[in-house]
């Protein structure tokens, strides 16, 4: 410090000195500094590396995927359930994003992997309806913690380069109130393929429509393909999934209905663990048609940021804690690998323009 | 706590530059706290935290727009003519990157949304337009100098009050008092 001529008692200087500490100090304190075991997104972040996420350009989570483009038509039950302009009755471009959810991006397909459908829907007025959904029954937790510790049971043991499978067995021990979202998981009839499968919200939203009523829904893409349940991994092609959707979308548009299961009293709103009512209402507010595949690479859905809590006007969040959390761990994950090179996705460009599989034993 | 009486001959703020360095200074500590709890835990609050952020950011964004226009139509008390030549630049220096970082930050985050495609929507639903189209890559850059500009910001705040304590209490020359009123 300059000389002054006027030089204080170490009390002054204590007075100089203590209060930019101490504020620097809280303002530390608030970062997490002094509390290491705090569960922050880096946290999450570091948790997904372990799972087996490169730091490559690919997403922590849902890492292997391929995008696709179509429309969405609102119905007029959509539209007197939420004031949105997207269900105002236009014709709305979507982007669709398939994707296998592990954080692996060059995990081969199999029928064990739980699979994604993001989309986003935007109308000529601005809105923006993002959408994450999950082929799960029910979410396997039921808050932040829940979600911590999940994500360490995905951990790849280093001797067999999978998750140890004890590892979720004590997860689902320690939490008897996940005991039905276990069931339900267990009992889950995988679909065959990408094309008939129904991808679920698993959080809540409400929508509010012109009166200002509001409605508390989870919501899931019914996919209009009849249902055939997967038979093993009998493919010898480790794009076979995303390969056959395309082949699907060479020859005919593909539909999901947009189904709105309308909450009743009782059901719980905050919590995505929890089933709702088997015999609550179901509404379909729209249908999104698939026309035409891209690889994430040639595609803005490759990067794009599929955050549910993105919503127009007329759909807000519940307070269910894990759209709080997947909104700040997605936007983690975003930055981290929008400033990384990126290196080419599983399903490449050529695999769009030739999804050609590769013969299995049974020349299929 | 109170200070030693002004013994200084530094004349005081105009009252509206006084005003404005006050409310913007209690903004952006808010602002600081805010975005480092955001972005270092894991909360329930967080989008509500995230709405305040960016509403507060706007609002932040036209104060300093209304301070700059002021610094340079406004009178601003000159510096005792008995300061040692280096603190007088280190004040005109400091305050130069103050108000730099006080302008950049609401900027790159707005153009950070902005690229990464997310809506910018503020508190009551209003929305502001997107400054650029969809860069991702951008988007990771600018979010990556939105947190580095942060810390600055920080660690020149913390000066900030360390050299506005020192002229109050050890130097007694009256320049905090001119950002006190008195």
Redesign the interface.
């Known amino acids: 410090m300059a000389h002054s001529p006027r030089k204080g008692s170490p009390a002054r200087w204590a007075a100089v000195v203590l209060p930019p500490l101490c504020l620097g100090g809280l303002m530390a304190w608030t970062a997490g500094v002094f509390s290491p075991a705090a569960i922050s997104p880096s946290h999450f972040m570091q948790r997904f590396q372990k799972a087996g996420a490169l730091d490559r350009g690919f997403r922590r989570a849902h890492a292997k995927g391929m995008c696709a483009t179509g429309w969405f038509d609102p119905t007029p039950e959509g539209r007197a359930l939420s004031r949105s302009g997207i269900f105002k009755g236009e014709h709305l471009p979507v982007m669709g994003r398939f994707s296998l959810a592990p954080p692996l991006p060059y995990l081969p397909d199999n029928p064990a992997a739980a699979r994604s459908l993001a989309m986003q829907i935007r109308s000529s007025t601005g809105d923006d309806w993002r959408m994450a959904l999950v082929d799960a029954p029910l979410q396997v937790m039921r808050d932040i913690a829940d979600a911590f510790a999940f994500f360490k049971t995905a951990r790849l043991d280093p001797a067999t380069n999978k998750p140890d499978p004890a590892a979720i067995r004590a997860y689902a021990a320690q939490r008897p109130w996940l005991k039905t979202a276990f069931e339900q998981a267990k009992s889950h009839k995988q679909a065959s393929d990408l094309t008939n499968d129904t991808y679920n919200s698993l959080d809540s939203f409400i929508l509010t429509d012109e009166a200002g009523k509001k409605t508390p829904v989870r919501w899931a893409a019914v996919a209009q393909e009849p249902f055939s349940p997967a038979e093993g991994s009998s493919a010898n092609d480790k794009n076979y999934l995303f390969k056959r959707l395309v082949q699907t979308l060479d020859q005919r548009p593909l539909r999901w209905d947009i189904v709105a299961t309308i909450a009743r009293e009782g059901d719980p709103i905050n919590d995505p663990s929890q089933p709702w009512d088997e015999a609550d209402q179901k509404v379909t507010v729209g249908t999104v048609t698939f026309t035409k595949a891209y690889s994430e690479d040639e595609s803005p859905c490759g990067p794009m940021v599929f955050d549910p809590t993105i919503l127009p006007d007329g759909i807000s969040t519940s307070d269910d804690p894990l759209l709080a959390l997947r909104s700040s761990v997605y936007m983690k994950s975003y930055a981290t690998r929008s400033a990384e090179h990126k290196t080419p996705s599983m399903v490449t460009p050529g695999d769009i323009t030739h999804p050609t599989l590769t013969p299995d034993g049974k020349g299929q | ?1 109170s200070f030693p009486q002004n013994t200084g001959h530094a004349a005081p703020f105009p009252r509206l530059s006084i005003l404005l360095h006050w409310v913007m200074a209690a903004l952006i ?1 808010v602002m ?2 805010v975005g ?12 509500s935290l ?1 709405t305040l952020h960016r509403t507060v950011g706007f609002l932040l964004l036209l104060l300093v727009i209304v301070r700059l226009i002021n610094r340079f139509t406004n009178h601003t008390p000159p510096l005792p003519n008995d300061l ?1 030549a ?2 007088k630049l280190a004040a005109h220096l400091s305050h130069i990157l103050l108000y730099g970082f006080m302008l950049a930050l609401p900027l790159v985050g707005w153009a950070m949304l902005s690229a ?4 910018i929507t503020l508190w009551g ?1 209003c ?1 502001i337009p997107s400054l650029m189209g ?1 860069h ?2 951008l ?3 600018l ?2 100098l939105h947190s580095l500009l942060a810390y600055g910001l ?1 660690l020149l ?3 900030h ?2 050299a506005a ?2 002229h109050g ?4 020359d009256g320049i905090m008092g001119s950002m006190l009123g008195r």
Do not use: D, K, Q
């Open positions: 706590m500590i600081l706290f480092l709890f955001m972005a270092h835990n894991s909360t329930v609050h967080y989008a995230f040692p280096p603190m990464g495609g997310y809506p639903g929305h969809f991702p890559h988007w990771g850059e979010r990556c920080i705040i913390l000066a009050i360390g304590l020192l209490i050890i130097r007694r």
